[in-house]
Nanobody
Framework: VQLVESGGGSVQAGGSLNLTCEAARWPYASNAMAWFRQAPGKEREGVAC????????YYADSVKGRFTLSQVNDKNEVFLQMDNLKPEDSAMYYCAARLARCSPSYDYTDSSLQRLFRFWGQGTQVTVS
């Protein structure tokens, strides 16, 4: 299993970027995919999670109304549209996957949330100035 990320880059505040993550060679029947981010000197935090057998999506409070996570054409691939970006959104963004649903009770500010996700991508940088 390999999570392949693309997108990211640099943008001015108020601008938009998007990220894509594909779960390559995925042998399992169901899964959820998520994005996390980690800024220098800070702990990793959750951003959003989507269950790929229904499309239910949940977001961290810090990105609600600005970020949209969606599945690409019934594939094990997700697209994160990030609008109205702020400097505090600058971080390394990581794609993650697990073999169960996302939960509406996730505390996206809790760094231990990452332990629920078994598979990880290498990360892609987002910089907002």
């Amino acid at each position: 299993v390999q999570l392949v990320e693309s997108g990211g880059g640099s943008v001015q505040a108020g601008g938009s970027l998007n990220l894509t993550c594909e779960a390559a060679r995925w042998p399992y029947a169901s899964n959820a995919m998520a994005w996390f981010r980690q800024a220098p000197g800070k702990e990793r935090e959750g951003v959003a999670c989507i269950y790929l057998r229904g499309g239910t999506t949940y977001y961290a409070d810090s990105v609600k109304g600005r970020f949209t996570l969606s599945q690409v054409n019934d594939k094990n691939e997700v697209f994160l549209q990030m609008d109205n970006l702020k400097p505090e959104d600058s971080a390394m963004y990581y794609c993650a996957a697990r073999l169960a649903r996302c939960s509406p009770s996730y505390d996206y500010t809790d760094s231990s949330l990452q332990r629920l996700f078994r598979f990880w991508g290498q990360g892609t940088q987002v910089t907002v100035s």
